[in-house]
């Protein structure tokens, strides 16, 4: 199959490519060329970005959508007695399932081809969360816990290193190490953690966290500029900037951050935040723009495309030949058809309506 007469944006650096045409073979990209006549499914100017990818979600609370009122984050979400865990502990199995899938249907609907989920309930859990992916076109990775047979999950998904022990943390680490499987966790979302931290282990909770070798730093809402260069070895930071406003836990530095690890973006729990990528995207850098105008706006689009990619070693998230589909066809109307810089319009204007998905 052919797509031709559009715009793309090429390879792990989007390049902006102008009249070209796309080759697909097997649900693959296999040529990406400009120029020449060729027969095949005329995208009438269309721009075409790769997919998105959710890398932090939490969707086993789908079903208690907007539950909170003036509750803080421990009230919140932290285990094991916050309000998320107690209805989770309250509430049918197959509402949570139902509210889950529709979650999962959402996203696939809206371009996005993976999330990251954070899976709690152990095996149990992930055999609902399997069981809520079924049919739909959408790809996931799981981050778990408390599981023994660890061919189910893709990693381990830490809650923090205040809520845990950490000689046990430790052991998990090195179960990670020797299995292969990554290590993720939530780190410097709360703003009390700091002080509680220096009381509980003389040190900050990035340093303890950092002890650990983690290859996922998810938030660092709350890291001064000194942990942010610190982390530089991390492999990737995952940042929630929406769920972090939302909870009043603070905004992360995303231009620092940026400038010093790999960034991705995720939309956390979906009890307090909408799954939907586009409004992460435009959430995020309207926060760079407070905090620094000068980033490109190429490298905000990344953290939802081609950096998750790379940092799960996914086939999606990237326009280039031997990856696969889907790619998100943004319609040609308003407003892009009036847009004067293109990445900037999808980054800040266009929502799952402007879209649509080719697989
Ligand atoms: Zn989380």
């Known amino acids: 199959m ?5 715009n793309l944006l090429y390879g792990e650096e989007l390049e902006y490519i102008k009249n070209a045409y796309l080759r697909i073979e097997n649900g693959k990209i296999t040529e990406v060329g400009t120029g020449g006549k060729r027969v095949g499914i005329d995208l009438k100017g269309s721009l075409i970005i790769p997919s998105l990818i959710n890398a932090h979600t939490h969707i086993g609370d789908s079903s208690f959508i907007d539950c909170y009122d003036e509750l803080t984050i421990d009230e919140l979400v932290k285990p094991p007695d916050s309000l998320k865990h107690t209805l989770l502990k309250k509430t049918d199995e197959n509402k949570i399932l139902r509210g ?8 696939a609907g809206s371009g996005i081809s993976y999330f990251v989920d954070f899976r709690e309930g152990g095996e149990k859990g992930i055999s609902m969360l399997k069981n809520a992916c079924e049919g739909a076109k959408i790809g996931y ?3 778990g816990r408390d ?25 998990i680490r090195k179960s990670a190490e020797k299995n292969g499987k990554l290590f993720a966790i939530h780190v410097a979302e709360n703003p009390l953690s700091r002080p509680f931290s220096l009381y509980k282990y003389r040190r900050t909770e990035v340093e303890v966290a950092l002890s650990l070798n983690p290859d996922i730093m998810i938030h660092l809402t709350n890291a001064d500029l000194r942990e942010i260069k610190l982390v530089r070895r991390v492999k990737g930071i995952v940042l929630c900037p929406s769920s972090n406003a939302i909870l009043g836990s603070g905004i992360p ?3 620092q951050i940026h400038e010093n690890s790999l960034v991705c973006l995720g ?7 909408s799954p939907d990528m586009w409004r992460e995207l435009s959430f995020t850098y309207k926060m760079t723009r407070v905090k620094n105008g000068s980033m490109k706006v190429s490298e905000i689009l990344k953290m939802a495309t081609v950096n998750p990619a790379k940092l799960f070693s996914l086939n999606s998230g990237i326009i280039q030949e031997g990856f696969s589909l889907p790619i ?5 109307k308003y407003p892009i058809s009036l847009s004067i810089d293109p990445i900037r319009t999808v980054i800040s204007r266009i929502t799952p309506k402007d879209i649509k998905v080719l697989r």
Not at 100 to 107: D, G, L, N, P
Not at 164 to 169: P, T
Not at 267 to 273: A, E, F, L, Q, S
Not at 328 to 332: A, G, N
């Open 253 to 255: 530095d995303i231009p």
């Open 147 to 171: 599981v023994k047979d660890l061919s189910q999950i893709h990693g381990f998904g830490i809650s923090g290193v205040l809520d845990m022990e950490l000689s046990y943390l430790k052991q």
């Open 141 to 143: 990775r799981v981050l």
């Open 267 to 273: 939309t956390d729990n979906v009890m307090i935040n």
């Open 100 to 107: 889950m899938r529709e979650t999962v249907q959402y996203m």
């Open 328 to 332: 998100i066809r943004i319609r040609k």
């Open 2 to 6: 052919l797509y031709k007469n559009l």
